[in-house]
């Protein structure tokens, strides 16, 4: 049940930015190019796949997402698709690859002031080191997100 309860939480708070930078950006689709459109559709089609658990699709998309974003130099977007790829890496449990792409988005968060980015990637970072029995950088990771 706690395993199931975390799981849960962890998809939330994932979900949490890319949902409010969606709201946020409503004309994103009548402003920007047309790479900048692809890579918002595909980034709303990495979510959806990772709503409904298919992690591997997920990722598969979100690396073309994080291409785009690259190319574009929208360190907003790849820092999501990073939060995005650890978390999806972190389902099918792979921590060391989750960790590298959130340690990946933790300093572009920073650099673009997303705070709430920041706070959800030091919670994501936490989790995989509560699994690994390393409950000092978990708290410590956790503690930074408040």
């Known amino acids: 049940m706690k395993k199931i309860l975390t799981s849960f939480l962890t998809l939330g708070i994932w979900l ?7 709201m946020a950006q409503p004309s994103w689709g009548q402003t920007q190019n047309s790479r900048s459109q692809e890579a ?9 796949l990772t709503l409904q658990q298919q992690y591997q699709q997920a990722i598969q998309i979100l690396e ?5 974003v690259r190319e574009l130099k ?11 790829l650890g978390f999806n890496y972190n389902r099918l449990g792979e921590r060391q690859k989750a960790l590298d792409f959130y340690n990946q988005a ?3 968060s920073r650099a673009v002031g997303d705070r709430s980015c920041k706070a959800v990637t030091l919670v ?6 509560q ?5 000092i950088e978990a708290i410590t990771n956790l503690e930074q997100s408040l």
């Open 16 to 22: 949490t930015p890319l949902t409010v930078m969606l």
């Open 40 to 48: 918002q559709r595909l980034l709303q089609q990495g979510i959806m």
């Open 64 to 68: 073309q997402v994080l291409t785009i």
């Open 74 to 84: 929208d360190q907003k977007r790849e820092a999501t698709a990073l939060l995005g």
């Open 106 to 108: 933790l300093p572009l």
């Open 124 to 129: 994501n970072i936490g989790v995989p080191f």
């Open 131 to 135: 699994s690994t029995n390393r409950p």
